[in-house]
């Protein structure tokens, strides 16, 4: 007999639906075909014993398993539920096996019959509904995150059992029902850490308030001890809150990677990652046999944080160069090219030099002749150019730690970086994939960033007097329309293009003896 029921693989961040076919007839041997791998194999002996376990027998003549379409690659232990089910259907075990058909099933089995999670489940819900199935069978785990997914019936189940009882009496589990906008507004400005934190650094602050409200990437430049890394786990606290929109998108790159939590919903907060500087290139960049994401793609929506610059191996830092600028990652295969999205800021923190005494208003910096300009070297060339915003960071003043006053909270700021983003958002809303300043191709800048005379000549003295390169150009148009925006200035004045101007000391002829 002939049983279909249907599952799920996940490339990228996209399902196919799979169609799983089941035929017993007369002969011997157990086969798996339809480019199944290793994992998917090893399904039959996880199967045999959870039918086993519970009372019902395996067919000991020929069972075929067909995962259709044959050409694609199935890898991962996610069939072992409907294959189980189709081969207890085609054996004329289960009750009601026509139902099979209706919905998408997915889960992996012990050995007694207990489901276990899966990874992608809110990907293979979107699939589900798209396809317009009655419903999802997965593991309870998952049950949350799939159910984020509206108009459609989502079913968790503990055990293999449990699902044999459904196909007999449908009411036997009830579907789990998720408020998801409730939820995710509820949980959107629940920080537990805050900018008001900082003592002093107000200039700091500053130049992560333009970063935020124009997407701009940074680099925070000084001493050990001077708050850099403390300063950039707070940006998150002062972004804006993700749409609905942005949220399905981060959330279903954390379900492929399997990094959600248990029972977890949609992503409420901009994702805030911070790889340590022994990662590799793959790691960083996303890949492996089947590709799963990277860290750049993790960060999507969110911010990329890179402490200790310099530390991170030199392939490792240029692999970011594309994604930075197309906003996406391809990783080619030989059968198979995968996208994987990864809009990020990047936030990078590093010492001025090996000792991380340079340029220290109190402390002698230890380096031998050549070591700082050896120590910023580095860093590409490339790599600089795609981050707009260069901030020193100086030391707290002991008048400053000690002090009591109440400084600024993350909420005000906030408020602030809001009304920037709404003027951005006005301002790009017919111009696809762009959704802030940094965002700008160069035809837009001329459009947009256009200064005055005043402001003009501003920009060349700077140009001359601090010897700044031409990349640092339209960085600076780019900077000083966000803090326009910030002002709430529809034109870009001398004082805007001024304080941008300051935020290019890497660029310095003299910085470091450049």
């Known amino acids: 007999m002939l049983v279909k029921t249907f599952g799920s693989a996940v490339y990228g961040v996209e399902a196919i639906t799979i169609t799983v076919e089941v035929n017993v007839s007369t002969g011997k041997f157990t086969s798996i075909v339809g480019l199944a791998d290793n994992a998917v194999k090893e399904s039959l002996e996880r199967m045999e014993s959870a039918i086993k376990a519970n009372g019902y027998h395996f067919p000991r003549i020929k069972v075929v398993v067909n995962l259709a379409p044959a050409d694609i690659r199935k890898s991962g232990t996610a069939f072992d539920l409907p294959i189980a089910l189709a081969t207890l259907g085609a054996s004329e075990q289960l009750e009601n096996a026509e139902k099979l058909t209706d919905y998408v099933i997915m889960g992996e089995l012990s050995l007694d019959g207990t489901v276990r999670p899966i990874k992608g489940a809110l990907p293979i819900a979107i699939q589900a509904r798209k396809e317009n199935f009655k419903g999802l069978i997965l593991p309870k785990e998952n049950a949350r995150e ?266 005000r700021i906030r408020e602030r970086v809001i009304r920037a983003r709404d003027k951005q958002a006005e301002r790009y809303k017919d111009n696809v994939g762009v959704y802030c300043n940094a965002q700008m191709s160069s035809k837009m800048l001329k459009e947009i960033c256009v200064i005055t005379q005043v402001g003009a000549s501003l920009l060349k003295v700077a140009m001359e007097k601090l010897n700044l390169s031409a990349r640092a150009y339209d960085r600076i148009l780019k900077v000083s329309r966000t803090i326009a925006d910030l002002a709430g200035s529809d034109d870009i004045k001398p004082e805007h293009l001024a304080e941008a101007i300051q935020y290019r000391s890497l660029d310095r002829e003299g910085w470091a003896g450049r």
């Open 146 to 411: 799939a159910a984020m997914v509206n108009k459609l019936n989502v079913y968790g189940v503990g055990h293999i059992n449990e699902v044999i009882d459904f196909f007999i009496d449908e009411n036997s589990i009830q579907p789990t029902v998720v408020n998801t906008r409730e939820e995710f507004a509820h949980a959107q400005s629940d920080f537990e850490i805050d900018f008001c934190d900082v003592k002093g650094q107000e200039n700091i602050k500053r130049a992560l308030e333009i970063a935020a409200a124009g997407g701009h990437n940074a680099i925070l430049i000084g001493p050990p001890g001077a708050g850099k890394t403390m300063l950039a786990k707070r940006l998150p606290t002062i972004l804006p809150p993700l749409s609905l929109q942005e949220a399905l998108e981060t959330t279903k790159i954390h379900s492929v990677a399997g990094k959600l939590p248990e029972n977890a919903t949609l992503i409420s907060k901009r994702p805030f990652r911070s790889p340590h500087h022994t990662i590799s290139d793959v790691a960083l960049v996303g890949g492996g046999g089947m590709p799963q994401p990277g860290e750049i793609s993790l960060a999507h929506n969110g911010v990329l944080f890179l402490d200790e610059l310099p530390e991170f191996k030199r392939t490792v830092l240029e692999v970011m160069r594309q994604p930075m600028e197309e906003r996406r990652v391809t990783i080619s295969r030989a059968k198979v090219a995968l996208d994987f999205p990864s809009s990020f800021m990047l936030i990078a923190s590093m010492n001025p030099c090996p000792c991380g005494y340079y340029n220290h208003p109190e402390k002698e910096c230890s380096c031998p002749p050549g070591a700082v300009q050896k120590y910023l070297n580095k860093i590409s060339g490339p790599l600089l150019d795609r981050i707009d915003l260069h901030v020193e960071v100086t030391p707290v003043a002991f008048s400053e730690l000690s002090s009591t006053q109440n400084f600024e909270k993350s909420e």
